[in-house]
């Protein structure tokens, strides 16, 4: 293992306009092997996934690996087309991102190669896949209840479904309908319980609101806290930054569908997938691979207070603390697959 001078270690968060030429200036270590690849000593990831939960993962790896890993952020959507416009000519080799439905999104246009690894396959567990390989859940999230501590008893809550009924009326808060957290929980929503029930259950969430929708997730908590309203969907990780901001949040969260016969907490993922024109494929296989041993999953999933894919990673001590649950086992990629119709669905009841 070799240390690699600090300047060269990543390249800044603004780095996006600038980042052709900054990889230029880092020195070129890579090494021509049989077959025209690259040797393994540099990699380029784009990432959706903040800068500050990135870097600890990143220089992990360099440290680990030896190989040299630029990377650039931005939102999603900015980078899905950026490696769109750069097509044959992107530098990049993997994308990470976040949410199921956006993963869909971008293999859906054709934007990843097979992922092709069984080591991937046997840590992440299937429906947290792709079925056709081409990207991986990395660390899992529930988007789950959070409620009033003062205002609301435990043994009130039951499903995400009960959410709809009259006695929450004037008392709930949601984010907004456009992010696609929302999106993906509707769609799992329709596949969970079919399209009309699912209509039923959000339009009630709908004439349930205390608020307008909300631009975020902690807006919902804020929300609830200020009195505004008693109950609101989030996702965990949200709940733990405001956990630790906050002594003696007035908040808890409360896992639904426990019961037999209902299908358990909706959870997400963050996850990656190899670019199909990586100039470095086998090198962000590797990589990949390394995102789901124990050591980078409990960096990669603890850093933002989220769950290990794998079942032999440790979970973070904060996020253990929130009680365990049973999660969906619905095949993660219906969030893509049905995001049309939740979209539509979610417009037919108002939910803006
Ligand atoms: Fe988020």
Redesign the pocket.
Known sequence: MFFLPRACLVAPLTAVLFFTSLLGGCAERGAEVGGGETKAERLVVYSSRNEQLLAPVLARYEAHSGVKVDYATDKAGVLLERIKAEGANSPADVLIT?DAGTLGFAASQGLFQPLDSSIVEQAVPVHLRDPKGRWAGLSLRARTIVYSTDRVAKQDLSSYAALAEPSWQGRLCLRTSKKV?NQSLVAMLISELGEQQAERVVKGWVANLAIPPTSN?TKVMEAIVAGRCDIGIV?T??FGRMQNAQANLPLALFWPDQAAGQGGVHVNVAGAGILQHAPRAAAARRFIEWLVSDEAQAIFAGVNQEYPVTSTTEVDQQVASWGVFRASQQPLADAWLLQPAAVKLMDRVGYR
């Open positions: 976040v957290y997730d996702n990780y949200y």
